[in-house]
């Protein structure tokens, strides 16, 4: 039962909690509960040593992590059915269907109206429709059926019924444009995928949505049009209609991750155009904004993304404006966030080493690479033949060249040469620009700086290491010459989308 250790373990302390507030809850669980702490405990599975452990046979052993299984599920289902929105809906819907079966007509109806006014804050239409079906029952059980108040209840089915069309109608298109875009970036350049999104986009303009869900489609569908099209202006104006609808309406009240999500796709535009305060000041307002979420029981799902966009994005500054205190915090946080294990997926946790690990060898901050490095090759030690490791082996390779350790930079790129030939690795073109590089200065056969700049088609910190290899001049007169930031007059405090979402 590999699968229940794995399952065990990729629980956060919240639902690990959860599960055992459950399984003490009930005797007959105990011996659940005894399988389910050590498990938490293992940190590799052993079969037998779960036998021993609780003293039973290996049949009956079997048979418990079995059972076990499908509890957790279980419980972890009613945790889920608790925290969402709709099926607590759905709970309240059945509740009025009682109370109507049981004759208690007027507090049936009392709160089927309450029911309405949540389902209708939240845009549940489904439960909104059946909801109001309802509340017309209970006018005619009541005797208090009119042609006024089957006049309003039906207007309001109608409404439901244009909203829900709306969406439906809106997805479709969304559904279609997102194939187009994977179809384009993922598979072939194909211009008749950017042509079918334009022609598709086109018919959603000047369009009068009701529904606050439908148009959050619709700001999405925009968002793809313009990434495709290379038009960061436009996507980025979207952007911000969009997280301002978030934070707006009740609809999204709890949609932390969807607000995350929206708020990071703002950055795009900041990076690429090099708006690298303007940048800082997105991410303070970021922290601030959620860090009540983070505090409070977030999901595990929310507060990887958020500490995944969080290390990233400060690696970034810290890339193009260093500042020695800064970096020591990030480095500290990044720390603490592994200590807590607030973060378990490690290819997302690799990604953070990489970029912190960049970022250190940047500003020659070598004391740090070597531990960073160490951990980065322990927990993606079963992936070392992915482009993921390579990632961390040319790092490897570019920080023993840059502290002038000759005999580890040539026998290691001797290794890893063999690994990529025998194991036919295939490298991004990034990669390869860097690697023939390394390769060449192996051989003391480098070739003109430019040649290797002009092939780096979309990582910003190869540029900056390719001149950290070929050139004399120091990293910061690279960055001033190179890399200037295009907004060092940027001030926060004018800044009017950015005052606007404050207040919030």
């Not at 109001?132 to 006018?139: A, G, I, R, V």
Request: a positive charge; glycine letters at 2%; proline letters at 1%.
């Amino acid at each position: 039962m590999k699968k229940l250790h794995d399952l065990i373990n990729s629980l956060n302390q919240g639902e690990k909690r959860y599960v055992r507030i459950r399984l003490k809850g009930s005797k007959s669980s105990s011996l659940l509960n005894a399988y389910f702490d050590f498990l938490s405990k293992q940190k590799k599975y052993d079969f037998k040593d779960v036998q021993n452990a609780v003293n039973q046979s290996k049949t009956h052993t079997q048979s418990n992590l079995s059972l076990l299984y499908e509890v957790v599920l279980t419980h972890l289902c009613s945790r889920y059915r608790n925290n969402n929105f709709e099926y607590g809906l759905r709970g309240n819907l059945s509740t009025v269907k009682i109370l109507m079966d049981k004759g208690f007509v007027t507090e049936a109806k009392s709160r089927c109206k309450k029911l309405i006014q949540k389902a209708e804050s939240k845009e549940e239409f489904e439960v909104l429709r059946s909801a109001y079906k309802e509340y017309w029952n209970l006018h005619l059980l009541n005797g208090e059926l009119d042609f006024e108040s089957n006049h309003e209840i039906q207007s309001e089915l109608k409404l439901i019924g244009e909203k829900e069309q709306e969406l439906t109608s809106l997805e479709d298109s969304y559904r279609l444009v997102t194939t187009l875009y994977y179809d384009y970036f993922f598979k072939k350049r194909d211009s008749k995928c950017r042509e079918q999104i334009k022609q598709t986009t086109k018919q959603l303009d000047d369009l009068n949505l009701n529904s606050d869900k439908a148009k959050h489609v619709l700001f999405e569908i925009k968002s793809i049009e313009y990434i495709v099209h290379n038009d960061l202006d436009n996507h980025h104006e979207t952007r911000k209609q969009q997280l301002k609808n978030l934070i707006n309406s009740s609809v999204f009240e709890t949609e932390h991750l969807l607000r995350l999500m929206v708020l990071s796709n703002l950055f795009t535009k900041l990076k690429s155009q090099a708006l690298v305060n303007e940048l800082k000041a997105y991410l303070v307002f970021t922290e601030s904004y959620f860090k009540p979420v983070l505090e409070g029981d977030s999901d595990s799902v929310f507060m990887e993304k958020y500490y995944d966009i969080y290390f990233s994005n400060q690696s970034f500054i810290q890339t193009w404006s260093p500042n020695q205190e800064q970096l020591m915090k990030l480095l500290d946080q990044f720390k603490f966030v592994i200590s807590k294990r607030y973060l378990s997926n490690p290819i997302l946790i690799g990604r953070i080493y990489l970029s912190l690990i960049e970022l250190q060898i940047i500003v020659e901050n070598f004391k740090e690479t070597n531990p960073l490095l160490i951990d980065f090759f322990r927990i993606s030690k079963k992936k070392k033949y992915s482009k993921h490791h390579i990632s961390g082996d040319l790092l490897f390779l570019l920080q023993s060249y840059l502290q002038r350790k000759t005999d580890t930079f040539h026998n290691a790129i001797g290794s890893l040469n063999r690994k990529i030939r025998r194991y036919e690795i295939e490298l991004d073109q990034d990669q390869k620009t860097l690697f023939e590089l390394l390769n060449d200065l192996h051989k003391r056969r480098p070739k003109d700086t430019k040649t290797y700049i002009d092939r780096i088609s979309n990582k910003q910190t190869y540029k900056l290491f390719i001149y950290m290899l070929t050139s004399t001049n120091s990293v910061t007169e690279t960055r001033a010459k190179h890399f200037p930031i295009n907004d060092p007059d940027y001030d926060a405090d004018r800044d009017k989308f950015l005052i606007s979402l404050s207040k919030y």
